[in-house]
């Protein structure tokens, strides 16, 4: 059985920043949503938002579809079934280190 | 400790959004509200009740067809550039026991509706059925408007019932006949109507929010 401090230092940095880990939140609740929606729910600035979705879309975790609506620039973001598994896993290990800790 | 980071929200509350998002325009409170209000409206003009019923139908095929286009035409142009634009999940889990109890209910208002007047005809007479119209309208429009708020969690919703079983318990009282649950219909369907455009109001007057370009 995996120990406790290592179950810890498993988990997935890349899911584990606040803002990330957000995002991906949110992201698992839609099939796809567009920049605009994750900015308002996620509260970040436009900046910090388009950083996190870009080291996210390095990781493999999601997709990110750039595309206009009239002239209107749009992005649409998903999740891969990488980042879906990613989450899930993220998601399993972080109850087991809250039942360690009681 | 890092404060300039909002709360990381729960699976939950990233559903839950979705649902505000979708109903925070009140796109859909028109189209039901249209629907409504046409049916009430029918009722005041005196023509056959067949052809009547006839009207109802098309109305319910011109929105059920038109009612998506419309309605992604107008969310294009008012709500998501304010509100951002994000599609529910279509391969949802097993609904939870709010979401079957919602199931539940949406079966039940609409055998209500199909066959509730049919059996009261048959139970108490075409005659007697007229009178109680008014306050089997309302309930279904009620039932159907409380099942909305179950799955919406939108206190607008809420607002609805209210106004609806006031207006309804005055047209019991005055009005006990077919025209009474005409008046119903109608005013179920101006409260939609107005929730919905002070809704898609509200949404209109929020900032647009421009992505950086692409």
Same mark, same amino acid.
């Given at each position: 059985?995996?120990?406790?401090?290592?179950?810890?230092?498993?988990?997935?940095?890349?899911?584990?920043?606040?803002?990330?880990?957000?995002?991906?939140?949110?992201?698992?609740?839609?099939d796809e949503a567009d920049f605009v929606y994750l900015l308002r729910e996620s509260g970040l600035t436009k900046g910090n938002l388009g950083s996190h979705l870009t080291r996210l879309e390095e990781a493999g975790y999601v997709e990110i579809e750039k595309g206009f609506v009239g002239k209107v620039p749009r992005t649409v973001v998903r999740l891969t079934a990488a980042g879906q598994r990613a989450f899930t896993s993220y998601r399993t290990m972080l109850r087991k280190i809250a039942a360690h800790l009681g | 400790m890092q404060t300039g980071y909002p709360r990381v929200p729960t699976p939950e509350d990233a559903v839950g959004a979705v649902h505000r998002r979708y109903n925070a325009d009140g796109i859909s409170d028109l189209v039901f509200g249209v629907l409504s209000a046409g049916y009430g409206l029918i009722?005041? %003009?005196?023509?056959?009740?067949? %052809?009547?019923?006839? !009207?109802? !139908?098309?109305? %319910?095929?011109?929105?059920?067809?038109?009612?998506?286009?419309?309605?992604?035409?107008?969310?294009?142009?008012?709500?998501?550039?304010?509100?951002?634009?994000?599609?529910?999940?279509?391969?949802?889990?097993?609904?939870?026991?709010?979401?079957?109890?919602?199931?539940?209910?949406? !079966?039940?208002?609409?055998?209500?509706?199909?066959?509730?007047?049919w059996i009261l005809r048959l139970a108490v007479g075409t005659d007697h059925s007229a009178r109680f119209s008014p306050m089997v309208a309302a309930l279904e429009a009620c039932l159907l408007t409380l099942m909305a708020a179950l799955g919406a969690g939108s206190p607008r919703f809420y607002v609805y019932v209210t106004a609806l079983l006031g207006w309804a318990a005055l047209v019991q009282f005055w009005w006990p006949s077919r025209l009474g649950e005409s008046a119903v219909w109608l005013?179920?369907?101006? %409260?939609?109507?107005?929730?919905?455009?002070?809704?898609?109001?509200?949404?209109?007057?929020?900032?647009?929010?421009?992505?950086?370009?692409?």
């Open positions: 059985m995996t120990s406790f401090p290592r179950q810890a230092a498993g988990l997935d940095r890349m899911i584990h920043e606040p803002a990330r880990l957000t995002l991906m939140v949110l992201l698992s609740a839609v | 009722g005041f %003009i005196d023509l056959d009740p067949h %052809i009547k019923e006839a !009207v109802f !139908v098309l109305l %319910i095929a011109v929105l059920g067809l038109g009612g998506p286009d419309i309605q992604t035409f107008l969310r294009r142009r008012f709500t998501d550039p304010r509100l951002g634009y994000a599609k529910p999940r279509s391969d949802t889990e097993a609904p939870s026991g709010q979401g079957r109890l919602v199931t539940v209910l949406w !079966v039940a208002a609409l055998l209500l509706f199909f066959f509730g007047r005013a179920a369907g101006v %409260i939609y109507l107005v929730g919905g455009g002070v809704a898609l109001w509200r949404t209109y007057r929020l900032p647009v929010l421009d992505e950086p370009a692409a």
